[in-house]
């Protein structure tokens, strides 16, 4: 395993972090918990010492398998990675969009990050994670109701209490960033990053270079296009969010595949699967520090953590590259 130190701070990840939307069962229909448990130990075991999760994520379900898989592991030799900002059970703050829990019951989603909205979260977050700090605090998506400063005074004062040791953002555009440095200091942003989404990097990956931000991408698999399992006319489970989405049509799938048959001799003679090669090339990607990798058995997670076991030659960077600048 690779790991690297986020900004100028003493925190250091695995290349490859366990993301654990997925092992809360919300909007991926469904979740084994015991699994979702065997499957942390497993990447643990394979070098994944850095876990990425949230309250939303199940509403609590992913936190608490988080805090049951790491019991017996000495504390300062995982980081935990959580957030805060997304309510499921108070309607203040900007609505984002109508879900359903892991019950089939349906809940309202606010993205809403006051102060004391915050340091309930907190705590919260602390008690299902069987811990009592957190190594990255994270606001998930942008509150346009709070003054900022009353966000990360608060985050601040968690920080000042040893409750949290560093903090970070998500989906925050460079203006937002910017701003948010001047009240706190952050090491990170976690945003959206992939072979077919690589937006961010006209501004938000040179901004954060250019001031020592570290990037952790999210879904670099696009969510399972990229491991070159998906075929047209895939089926979803019930209340699998990807039964809806545009990336999923049998054209865009296709279209995927053929991309990635284009590189697969490389993945052939390196004896790993698409899904390794796509995760190795986004820690190659220039200003990508951490690739988040989601998985919800043991085989997963371990296939996942042995992307960081083998390097690729400029040679066959150069050829991805130039295929990728196609999409």
């Not at 366990?18 to 990447?43: L, Y």
Request: proline fraction near 3%; hydrophobic fraction near 35%; charged fraction near 25%.
């Amino acid at each position: 395993m690779i790991y690297r130190q986020l900004a100028d701070s003493d925190l250091k990840l695995s290349a490859i972090t366990f993301g654990a939307w997925a092992a809360g069962g919300w909007m991926w229909g469904r979740t084994d918990r015991n699994e979702a448990v065997k499957a942390i130990k497993a990447a643990y075991d394979a070098g994944v010492t850095s876990i990425d999760t949230a309250p939303i994520y199940g509403q609590g379900t992913s936190e608490e398998i988080v805090g049951e898989a790491i019991q017996k592991i000495p504390r300062d030799k995982v980081q935990i990675l959580t957030k805060f900002g997304l309510r499921w059970d108070w309607d203040k703050g900007d609505f984002y969009f109508k879900s359903k829990d892991n019950n089939g019951n349906p809940i309202d989603i606010y993205k809403y990050a006051g102060k004391e909205s915050i340091i309930k979260e907190c705590e919260e977050s602390l008690t299902r994670l069987n811990t009592d700090y957190i190594d990255l605090y994270q606001i998930h998506w942008p509150d346009s109701t709070t003054p900022m400063e009353e966000t990360f005074e608060a985050v601040n004062k968690l920080v000042e209490q040893g409750k949290v040791r560093h903090v970070g953002v998500c989906n925050y555009d460079v203006g937002l960033m910017a701003e948010a440095e001047k009240i706190t200091k952050l090491v990170s942003n976690q945003i959206p990053f992939s072979m077919v989404n690589r937006d961010i990097e006209e501004e938000t990956v040179p901004y954060c270079k250019n001031h020592g931000k570290s990037v952790l991408a999210y879904s670099p698999l696009e969510r399972g296009l990229l491991t070159g399992k998906m075929k047209p006319g895939q089926q979803f489970s019930k209340g699998d969010h990807r039964a809806e989405n545009p990336s999923f049509t049998d054209e865009s799938i296709k279209k995927t595949n053929d991309f990635l048959e284009t590189i697969r001799p490389i993945a052939n003679e390196r004896g790993v699967t698409l899904a390794q090669l796509v995760l190795r090339w986004t820690l190659e990607r220039d200003g990508i520090t951490i690739a988040l990798a989601g998985a919800r058995y043991e085989d997963q997670a371990v296939q996942n953590a042995l992307a960081a076991t083998f390097d690729l030659t400029s040679e066959e960077l150069k050829f991805i590259n130039d295929e990728v600048a196609q999409l």
